[in-house]
């Protein structure tokens, strides 16, 4: 168990000794009795016989004032909030990241998530211009070609157009190819929010962007590449290989878990380019021009590109590749007494699905497979646990995942190898957590 779900979720603020001391005060009784025994035995009546530390009778339960009097009145939620006992849990900014907010990014709270949906609240953000709230009434989606060879009848959609096509609804991770990225030469930020966070697991509904090509009369004989754009200040612009267009993963999405997208995740209409970089998902979409070339736009030649060691850069990465990374415990956080503890963990590939996550708590000499929690999507994020004695020795933590196209998560040393240090994007490395003696745990690289 963490001592500090419910204290302390800020990353940039390690908890001092003293209020590690504090909390161990109030709590270690409770956890160490309560928890520790109701799991052990798995028993109530067992847990009833070790209650709070100080709470009196041990086998009388309180009866707080919640108990006792009327609860709020339904009117007063609205749009549902989380408990005011959550408030720490937020999306963060990496303090000094970028220099204007615009044109950066919201780190997501991996750290205090169970299975694999992101709570809309809580997705990354990831902005080159600056994020609208874009009116859906006046809002439009054009589709047309290159040249008048490659689409017959070019379309202007509106949103209620969109909304009356066949849809359909996917679960799929989105990672920004920067995640990871401050990571490359050494160990940068403390927590996995900030080491990870550029990551988010969502049931999108939109239509297959194949559908609308088709409705627009595509030459899909002379058409190989489409180009999508936004209607953000970037008028950002990728090219999509028709590729991955043919078999109607790519989503013109609006539905974003059960609701309209947010205004920050792309409102009211995003592309959905399932395995492949954010940077790819175009939101505010407004345009998509069919063509017969990767149109190598300002967007794909310069950014997101990989510096390799002999100084030449690669260009038009996209899959991104198998990861994994264990979530609890994790840098910033602290345990709190030895014994049984949960590990859990997310892994995604973006080449299909994950088929089995590995995890070491010696550093990667010794491996034992984790359990796989259902479901397991394609380039989805996939929920691995392992249960965990700690003895209370210095540990470390890792995770290791395989995909069913047989890719296996490198390490540090073997990514190095190809890749060199210099990188920004795409970094899949092996996370290593240190658990220390006094049960802080520390983000550190090993080779
Ligand atoms: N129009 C537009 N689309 C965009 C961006 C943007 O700045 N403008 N950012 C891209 C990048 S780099 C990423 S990683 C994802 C982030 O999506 P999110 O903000 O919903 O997490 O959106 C992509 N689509
Ligand atoms: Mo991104």
Redesign the pocket.
């Known amino acids: 168990m963490l001592i500090n779900r419910f204290i302390q979720q800020a990353p940039e603020s390690f908890l001092s000794q003293a209020q590690i001391a504090d909390v161990a005060r109030g709590r270690r009784g409770f956890l160490a009795g309560a928890l520790a025994g109701a799991l052990a035995t798995a028993g109530a009546a067992r847990a009833q016989s070790h209650p709070p530390a100080g709470a009196g009778d041990p086998n009388i339960l309180e009866m707080p004032e919640h108990t006792k009097g009327l609860g709020q009145p339904v009117a007063a939620l609205g749009y549902g909030n989380p408990s005011v006992y959550e408030k720490n849990l937020q999306r963060r900014e990496s303090p000094g990241l970028t220099r204007v907010s615009a044109?950066s990014?919201s780190f997501c709270p991996l750290q205090g998530l169970f299975g694999i949906i992101t709570p809309n609240g809580l997705?990354?953000?990831?902005?080159?211009?600056?994020?609208w709230d874009i009116d859906p009434s006046k809002h439009r989606l054009m589709i047309h070609g290159h040249d008048p060879s490659f689409v017959k009848t070019p379309l202007i959609f509106t949103m209620d157009e969109l909304l009356r096509m066949p849809s359909v609804s996917r679960m799929h991770f989105?990672?920004?190819?920067?995640n990871t990225a401050m990571e490359w030469g050494n160990v940068a930020v403390p927590t996995v929010q900030y080491t990870h966070g550029?990551i988010?697991c969502c049931e999108f509904t939109g239509v297959p962007l194949y559908t609308l090509l088709e409705m627009a009369g595509t030459d899909f004989k002379k058409a190989k590449f489409v180009l999508a754009?936004?209607?953000?200040g970037?008028?950002?612009t990728?090219t999509i290989p028709m590729k991955l267009i043919e078999n109607g993963e790519v989503l013109v999405a609006w539905g974003q878990n059960g609701e309209m997208?947010?205004p920050?995740?792309?409102y009211p209409l995003?592309?959905v380019v399932p395995g492949v970089?954010?940077?790819?998902?175009?939101?505010?979409?407004r345009r998509i021009e069919v063509g017969d070339t990767h149109y190598g736009t300002k967007d794909e030649v310069v950014?997101?590109i990989d510096l390799m060691p002999d100084g030449l850069h690669r260009q038009f990465t996209s899959i991104q590749e198998v990861k994994s990374v264990i979530t609890t415990p994790s840098g910033g956080q602290v345990i709190l007494d030895k014994g049984f503890h949960h590990v859990t963990g997310l892994a995604w590939s973006g080449r299909g699905k994950i088929v089995r996550v590995d995890v070491s708590v010696d550093g990667g000499r010794n491996w034992a497979p984790a359990r796989l929690e259902s479901p397991i999507l394609s380039k989805c994020l996939t929920r691995f646990n392992f249960n965990w004695t700690w003895k209370g020795n210095s540990a470390l933590l890792q995770s290791r995942a395989v995909d069913d196209s047989g890719h296996i998560q490198p390490t540090y040393e073997a990514l190095r190898k190809v890749r060199g240090t210099r990188s920004i994007y795409h970094n899949n490395a092996i996370q290593t957590w240190l658990v220390q003696e006094n049960g802080e745990v520390k983000n550190v690289q090993i080779s």
């Open positions: 044109a990014v997705h990354f953000e990831r902005h080159h211009q600056g994020w989105i990672e920004c190819g920067a550029m988010s754009e936004g209607a953000d970037s008028s950002l990728r997208l947010r920050e995740n792309g995003r592309l970089q954010g940077v790819s998902w175009i939101k505010y979409l950014h997101y």
